[in-house]
């Protein structure tokens, strides 16, 4: 009969091997966790992810289920500007270049100074395999914990076919901007992922 002596002995070496296989195991999964979104009662996977020439910094692009970079409905953006560290500043030229833009909509711009945050939102007129459509966009600049700026993106893109379904959309943004605005603004922006993915389903 074995001692009570041996058998803890035993019983310890077990418990810490199941322990660590099941750390390792929560370790290789927490990429795949960090890879999804949820936003709006909605799941959103990294499915593109480069670096970016003009700003040296990454970008990376969330998708539904079902959709990609080339064929999407929505999509959620976030980007990081190493060397921008005025997001207030950012913002204004941003609005800029949406007012002078023909097809372009201004719908909001909020700035708040002492936290040096901004938001936009606005409207664009697209078309795309013959389908034409609105893209409603809001953007979230803040400055980065470290050093540079991150910039949160949220896009919805309406097609249409005629007048009467532009209204409708017209008045669906209108209702739902504040909403979705409100919605950007208090979301965290998630940590940057930097590493090169081109998901094409």
């Given at each position: ?151 949160l993106k949220y896009a ?24 979705y605005l409100e919605m ?18």
């Amino acid at each position: 009969m074995y001692n009570s002596f041996y058998i803890k002995k035993c019983l310890n070496f077990y418990m810490k091997r199941i322990i660590f296989m099941l750390l390792t195991v929560l370790a290789m999964q927490i990429p795949v966790f960090a890879e999804d979104i949820h936003f709006d009662n909605e799941v959103y996977t990294l499915k593109y992810s480069a670096l970016a020439p003009k700003t040296n910094g990454y970008g990376n692009e969330y998708f539904k289920k079902s959709e990609n970079v080339s064929n999407w409905t929505k999509m959620i953006g976030i980007y990081y500007y190493p060397e921008e560290n005025n997001p207030l500043k950012f913002a204004d030229d941003f609005d800029k270049t949406i007012e002078s833009t023909e097809n372009s909509v201004l719908l909001k711009l909020i700035e708040n100074k002492k936290s040096d945050k901004a938001a936009i939102s606005f409207l664009v007129n697209g078309s795309e395999n013959a389908k034409k459509y609105f893209e409603y966009d809001i953007y979230k600049f803040e400055k980065h914990p470290d050093k540079g700026m991150m910039v949160l993106k949220y896009a919805v893109k309406y097609f249409f076919t005629n007048d009467e379904e532009i209204k409708k959309i017209a008045e669906r943004v209108k209702k739902e901007n504040d909403k979705y605005l409100e919605m950007i603004i208090t979301s965290p922006i998630p940590p940057i992922v930097e590493k090169d993915i081109a998901v094409h389903e």
